[in-house]
Structures are given as structure tokens and as C-alpha cells.
């Protein structure tokens, strides 16, 4: 791992879980960041960490992360940033516990998603959302360190969101249609059993489609005059989450409805067009782990597909396919009026890189650029 004096020192909550190895492995030689301490829980504390965990990965431990010490998740850190691959169930109270300590928290877990005041950023869409971190009123027991929170959306939403963001920023939706297909790695680890998902498809995963319902409105939602809240973005949102045997890579089939008074004019050509020349922050400023192209259509009849697709661009890319018009009479949509359009299409994305550790290292590479790390 290289380091020099200018290099920022991060740490890693719940560094032994999944998302912790994969934080590991794409903060292994980053140009901005070193990772100078590993966090786990009280098992794990104390130990190497080559053996507190059962390293998951394809490529091996880097040599001197499985030589340091875990600490235990409340102790003191020295690093004011610190990744959060923590589990819901601890992650709370605990990202709140580091953000009072005066230190930036980028988190992958939903717990502060929806907080009044907390970013839930793609950096491609609203890296402007990062102005909220301005509003956190934490406990801070120094009063020269003031922490805050920035979180990343769940993994299905990443992929929803950057497929729905350049639709709506050049057509307007009205309403918007999900069926996901999701990996067993979104699970975690040992995630689903073999008996389960093995010849099978589960059509629920709990908590699953309300969070994809009310973040993607948050993210394609608009900062309020006061620059304190986020006002949602006004179309409906319908989603409908599966578990299928795929290791890695979420698909959503999407439909969706364009706004009746659109002043662009929509076709195949149009949207198409919307998603191959879609850029943000994250392309403009060159960020290290930033897609050269976010979100690609393929034209092939039988791609995205996960096998084939989901390491694109760094698996960092949003792959999409089959787009085509609803026919008028279907009976999945109400029948639109003369002017709305509807088209469906199918999304891919990596979920446990672009839509996990990836979009919270690539936070952490816009707060950086706006100067928010410290």
C-alpha cells in the first residue's frame, strides 16, 4: 500500500464483513487514502486481521492490513474519516457516536439515510447535496472537531437511480415501475442459504422495496430554500424486489412514464442518447474510482448481463438494455392520456461495488474535492 505524509489516514467500521473486504481491496493503493485502522467487534477485536476475518475476496489480503490490529468498535481513532460497512443492526448508534467525536462518517448502512440532514449522494447526480453536512448538529464533546455524516444509497437504488437521473433531468417522469432481480452477495455473508436460492427465485426482501421507493426520491429530490432539508422528487415510485442465483450484479426491469408536458421531444433515439452522454462531478474532476462513462446502453437484444457486464468500467459503470415503448392497452399501466409515453428497459449494476463499497469510496473522493475532509 503506498503512503506519503500527504496521503489522508481512514478507518474501516466493521472492517471483517463484506463490505469491509471490499473496502479494503479498492482503498489498496488509492491515491487520496490510507487505511491506518480496522474496526470490528468485540470477537474480533484485538486479533490480526488476517485472523478475525474469513477474507472473501479475489485478490489476497494486502500484506500489511493482515498484520493490523482490529480495535473495537467505540474505541477512540486517530482518523477523521471513517468508512462505515457496519451492519444496520449496530451501525446507528454507532455512526452517531463517531460523527459526536468530530469525525466524518461515510456510511453504507441505511440507518441515517432518510435523517432530516443527512446526504444520501450519488456523486453523479447531486454532489450539491453534500451542502447539508453544513446543518449536522451533533453532541461534539470538542468543539473544534465537528463531525457529520454522508451516507450512499442501497444498492438497488444506486442502479435505479443513475438508469431514472438523466430520464428525469431531460424528459420529467411521472411515475416510475421496478422489478428487481438482486445477487445473493446483496445478502452479505453466509447471506441466503443454498436450500433457498438454488433453483428458485424468492419474490421479497424485506425492507428492500421501501427503501428503493423513498431514496431514489431522495437523490432526484431538490436541496429546500434553507438548504437544510431535501424536498423529494414528485413522481411515483412502485417497486417490487426479488432474490435470484446470481453471486453479483442487481437487474431491474423499469418502466417508466414520461411527464405529459415534456418540451423534449421523447423517442428511442432521445432517451438513449440522455443515458449515453449523461456525466457529473465525478467525470468532470477525473475522480479516481469514477466511471469514465456512468451509465452505457447496449444495443445488443440480449445484454446487460450480469456474468458478461457488471465489471464495467471498474464495476463502477450502470449497464442498460432492451429499451422499447409500452404498448398503449397493456394492463400493467393505467392507459396514459395522447401525450405521456411510457417505455420499459433493464438496468444492471454491480452491487457490491458500485453499489456498496464503491459509491462510499466515491463520496469520500467528492468530499475530498470539495474540500470537506479534514
Known sequence: MRYNKDMISVAILGATGMVGQKLIQLLTDHPYFTITELVASKKSSGRAYKDACTWLQNTPIPSDIATMTVKELYSPLKSIPVFSGLDSSVAGDAETHYASMGHTVISNAKNHRMDTGVPLIIPEINP???DLIATQDFLYQDANKKGCIITNPNCATIVASLALAPLYARFGLESVYITSMQAISGAGYPGVSSMEII????????DEEEKLESEAKKILGSLSKNNTDIIPAPFAMHALCTRVPVIDGHSLHIIVEFS??????ISEEAIIDAWNTFTGTPQVQALPLAPTQPVLYFSQKNRPQPRLDRDRDKGMGICIGRLKPCRRKTEV??????????YSFFALGHNTIRGAAGAAVLNAELLHHKRLLT
Not at 433453483?199 to 424485506?206: G, H, K, L, Q, S
Not at 405529459?260 to 421531444?265: H, I, Y
Not at 399501466?333 to 411510457?342: C, D, E, I, R, V
Open 333 to 342: 399501466l393505467p392507459k396514459p392520456s395522447h401525450s405521456t409515453k411510457h
Open 260 to 265: 405529459s408536458d415534456s418540451s423534449n421531444t
Open 128 to 130: 450539491h447535496h453534500a
Open 199 to 206: 433453483d428458485n427465485v424468492i419474490p421479497y426482501i424485506a
